[in-house]
């Protein structure tokens, strides 16, 4: 029988949900960590390119698997890099 380690996520005071739209990357070849994904990198210059980019790209809804939301991943089974920002209390 499985058992949750979170029985109430909605309840509990302090609790920041994190549901909502993502900005995410399909890692088709398994680089992202290789080509350091998390670290976000922009252009410095308008004539740069960035083969990987989290802004003005791909947006998915979380919680939800990225194979119902994207017709073209409906048999996908690699990578996702998912990002998004929020405000975290220290404590």
């Not at 302090?14 to 549901?19: E, F, I, K």
């Not at 976000?40 to 980019?53: M, P, V």
Request: hydrophobic share 30%; aromatic share 16%.
């Amino acid at each position: 029988m499985a058992q949750s380690f979170v029985m109430n996520p909605y309840g509990c005071k302090n609790a920041t949900l994190l549901n909502g739209k993502w900005n995410a990357i399909i890692d088709l070849y398994g680089r992202g960590e290789t080509m350091e994904f998390y670290q976000n990198r922009k252009a410095q210059k308008n004539t740069k390119f960035l083969e990987y980019s989290f802004s003005g790209g791909l947006r998915l809804d979380v919680p939800g698997d990225f194979n119902s939301q994207v017709p073209e991943l409906k048999y996908y089974e690699g990578n996702v890099w998912y990002q998004r920002h929020f405000t975290a209390k220290k404590d």
